[in-house]
């Protein structure tokens, strides 16, 4: 069972109280964006056996989206953060150096 | 003026705790932004109370104010004078950005009571939170999902729990409580 803490409301959310979101950091190109960025944007998703970023939402409690990085392989949570990042917090991109040395994602490391 | 009538109809249940509708109870959604000190004085006028810390709720008989989330509460006020309030509410928060709403009838709204250790564990049974003291203390609201339906619930006191849903899932919310209560279900898991 996955539990993650909520960055909103501060609590630890069991997974049957959020909704999951996908993939987090995609990047929307555009006006005027190739016809590749946009294909990249809607369908090309990372399929890690590892470290990985999603979308949350806590849908039963404050209703916030926020995101998370967790390993898709053992469900270990390394942190959330606001919805509102551009990019993975230092703070959490250290736990995963921490957990998982050399570890890349997309553009991040 | 209609006859108001609460989602229950003052409904009763008596098994390992009392389960039972709380009646009519009017409230208020309100989003906009909680440090914003139009709204904080506008909430002082409504219900006597400051803006909630995270999460927390203060109720005092029928009035009071709860943390919703970091940019909604839910005003409780005497039923008879939500409309008026909110009508009082809009006429303070005009210029600032905001959503006022009564909601009242929208809701359903039930009590629980009894040994705290039962209340708790009878709450426990169908949420997916620690209802331990130390986590659960009373003051502290949670919003959640009450067996299949959205919820919030609080410890109002000693031995008494206060659960709010929608109106529409109100007999389901009633029936789910009342089969975890249900006499010789006791686990005995926390303390009483």
Redesign the interface.
Known sequence: MLTLHCP????H??E??LASGGEAHLKRFGPGASDEDFEGYLFMRENPKGVHFERWRHA?????WFLAARCTNTLEVFGTYPAQSTEPPQHVRDAISAKRPGWTWREFS | MSNALSALGGAKFDGLVKVADAGLQGMITLRGNLADATLQQAVKAATGQAVPD??AIVLQGDTGVAW???D?LLLFVPYAQAHACVASLRTALAGTHHIVENVSDARAFITLSGADGLVREVLAKVV?VDMDPQQMPAGQM????LAQV?AAIWMQGTGEARVVCFRSVGTYAFDVLCTVAAPGSAVGFFAS
């Open positions: 909103y409301c501060g609590v959310a069991d049957t109280e039963y409690g404050c209703g916030k | 995270q999460r919703m989330s970091p909604e997916p949670r919003r959640t999902k959205a």
